[in-house]
């Protein structure tokens, strides 16, 4: 006991951290991010010009959110209520991704069926949507992503939710983004040509994640 009491409370190891350096053979982000493939990262300049389009963006949402929240929506606009996630899924990407339907109808000619190939976040539908809605359906569509490929349509929602998102962020919007932005990571690693739309999409998501709104905790890692 005697020997006991005159113990240090709390002890430190001294380690060098240069030897462990030496034989580390896996580094892993903060976030869990795949770093970008060779060629597939994007600029710094490019990314700064992305977070500054995407602030004006959420600047003229939140200023203009009253007029276009009260524009009338079209007779075929139906929004799903917030706890439906399968009607959100369907409103959002169609029926023909939401049912992997690849074969065209014979009607589609005759004009867009939004029922069939999703709404586009048009901003007399994002205005209607609180914060509580807008998680709850970055949610649905996140969930999708990680069982599901990226399409156009999926981003263009992706980007809306997140223009939609107010700062500062829940706790639980804070976990999606960064879930997504893992997502994302891992899909860019899979793609084999550095020159497809989606490579920019992708880089997209993850710049804005990493710089807008996570800028603390991400800023220094590979976008």
């Given at each position: 006991r005697i020997e006991a009491a005159r113990c240090p409370d709390v002890v430190v190891a001294q380690i060098d951290p240069k030897k462990l350096r030496k034989k580390q053979t896996v580094n892993i982000s903060i976030s869990g991010c795949q770093p970008a493939?060779?060629?597939?990262?994007?600029?710094?300049?490019?990314?700064?010009?992305?977070?500054?389009?995407?602030?004006?963006?959420?600047?003229?949402?939140n200023k203009h959110r009253n007029h276009w929240q009260s524009q009338h929506l079209d007779s075929n606009v139906t929004m799903p209520k917030s706890e439906d996630e399968e009607g959100w899924k369907k409103f959002c990407l169609g029926e023909k991704i939401y049912s992997e339907i690849n074969a065209l109808s014979n009607n589609e000619n005759l004009g867009i069926d939004y029922i069939k190939v999703g709404f586009p976040p048009l901003l007399s539908i994002v205005s209607r949507m609180n914060q509580a809605t807008v998680t709850s359906v970055l949610e649905y569509l996140i969930t999708w992503f990680g069982e599901k490929k990226f399409t156009p349509e999926l981003g263009r929602w992706l980007y809306a939710l997140l223009a939609c998102l107010e700062k500062p962020l829940l706790p639980e919007a804070h976990s999606l983004i960064r879930q997504l932005a893992r997502r994302c990571s891992e899909v860019r690693v899979l793609e084999e040509n550095k020159n497809e739309e989606q490579i920019s999409a992708l880089n997209l998501i993850i710049c804005l994640v990493s710089r807008y709104f996570d800028q603390r905790d991400l800023a220094d890692e590979p976008s």
């Open positions: 493939p060779e060629g597939y990262c994007p600029t710094l300049k490019w990314q700064q010009q992305q977070v500054a389009n995407f602030s004006a963006v959420r600047q003229s949402l």
